[in-house]
């Protein structure tokens, strides 16, 4: 699908975009007809800030939090208060962070991508390699990032704390 919205249009408040189904003539005595669904589109205006940082996609952190209960949320807590990272994009490849995590995404300064595998389309491969995708969600921390952080840092798992 192309979006008809040229690049140099600006965004102001809000741009008005038209979806428009169109059915198939299924036997003779029917017609073809339009399905149209207008759909208002926001622009929004991104919260700039100093630092920030990206985990590589984490997973099995149910089993973590079982064997050192809130070694999670202190970790998450460590990068936001005490290094005063203004956001953190935490990536999930099992869903296992979900129970975890929002608590802080309540607070505006965590981003969860839930399921990242499932999100980028490898969900269709089989394999076993946890890390297959680890690098496409770098690009995506990165082109998150650009002109809103002025620094990003990557934080490999709940296992490492930048000093």
């Not at 608590?103 to 969860?112: I, W």
């Not at 499932?118 to 990032?145: P, W």
């Amino acid at each position: 699908v192309r979006c008809p919205i040229k690049r140099t249009v600006f965004l102001g408040d809000h741009i008005n975009v038209t979806f428009v189904a169109r059915t198939t003539e299924m036997n003779s005595q029917e017609e073809a007809s339009d399905i149209i669904i207008p759909i208002e589109v926001c622009a929004s205006t991104p919260v700039r800030v100093s630092s920030a940082a990206c985990t590589e996609p984490l997973y099995g952190m149910d089993t973590m939090e079982k064997r050192w209960p809130g070694h999670f949320s202190r970790w998450v807590h460590y990068h936001l208060y005490t290094l005063r990272y203004g956001l953190l994009d935490i990536y999930d490849l099992d869903g296992s962070v979900a129970d975890l995590v929002w608590p802080f995404a309540e607070t505006g300064r965590v981003r969860y991508w839930p399921r990242w595998s499932s999100m980028i389309g490898l969900d269709r491969f089989d394999t076993n390699c946890k890390y297959v995708g680890e690098y496409l969600a770098y690009q995506h921390c990165a082109v998150m990032h650009r002109g809103v952080s002025q620094w990003v840092a990557i934080i490999h798992s709940p296992d490492s704390f930048l000093v």
